[in-house]
């Protein structure tokens, strides 16, 4: 792939940001949410790992939409920044966050040499989002004192929450911009 990155395709990665920050904000919510329900019975950090695909979707959709490298990370990164300046309740912790989570969506265009858009791809950016999310959160939130049983637990939730928003939800948007016409994708099936 020879493209790079032009004014129309960081404009475009750029709405998506915006508008995925906002959605960041909002969810703040639901996290909050899920932390006070949770809180009661031990659980209460597992609401970290249940909004964290919520968190992650600019990303996958910024990188098959443009379809060049670094467009997943730019995607990410910029929502995350949105999300700081839109006051966000972590406020620049949101920068490092949008960072990693950046890093871990385009990991998975990666590994496919930006040669395959679809399914297979999104689970491939779903699941290096997971790991690369799950590492820093490992030492950042202290899962490492998590018991095996909990450590087990936090990771397939993070990688459900993954898989349900960064790669479902997110190719049914996809679908559902080009059935729009709003964008016109030229799928390479995986």
């Given at each position: 792939?020879?493209?790079?990155?032009?004014?129309?395709?960081?404009?475009?990665?750029?709405?998506?940001?915006?508008?995925?920050?906002?959605?960041?904000?909002?969810?703040?919510?639901?996290?909050?949410?899920?932390?006070?329900?949770?809180?009661?019975?031990?659980?209460?950090?597992?609401?970290?790992?249940?909004?964290?695909?919520?968190?992650?979707?600019?990303g996958p959709l910024a990188g098959f939409i443009v379809r060049l490298p670094g467009a997943a990370f730019l995607g990410e990164f910029l929502g995350a920044c949105v999300e700081t300046f839109a006051m966000a309740q972590w406020g620049a912790a949101n920068f490092l966050s949008g960072f990693i989570q950046g890093l871990g969506n385009e990991l998975g265009f990666t590994l496919t040499g930006?040669?395959?858009?679809?399914?297979?791809?999104?689970?491939?950016?779903?699941?290096?989002?997971?790991?690369?999310?799950?590492?820093?959160?490992?030492?950042?939130?202290?899962?490492?004192?998590?018991?095996?049983?909990?450590?087990?637990?936090?990771?397939?939730?993070?990688?459900?929450?993954?898989?349900?928003?960064?790669?479902?939800?997110?190719?049914?948007?996809?679908?559902?911009?080009?059935?729009?016409?709003?964008?016109?994708?030229?799928?390479?099936?995986?």
């Open positions: 792939m020879n493209r790079k990155l032009h004014v129309k395709d960081i404009i475009l990665i750029t709405l998506i940001a915006i508008i995925f920050g906002f959605i960041y904000v909002a969810s703040d919510n639901i996290y909050n949410f899920l932390t006070l329900a949770l809180t009661p019975i031990g659980y209460g950090p597992l609401a970290n790992d249940i909004t964290m695909g919520i968190w992650c979707m600019a930006y040669k395959h858009y679809g399914w297979f791809t999104l689970f491939l950016s779903a699941t290096t989002t997971t790991i690369v999310t799950y590492l820093y959160d490992f030492f950042k939130n202290g899962y490492n004192q998590f018991s095996i049983f909990n450590m087990i637990l936090y990771f397939v939730v993070r990688w459900a929450s993954m898989l349900i928003f960064t790669c479902v939800l997110v190719k049914l948007i996809i679908n559902l911009l080009e059935r729009a016409h709003v964008i016109n994708l030229q799928t390479t099936q995986d």
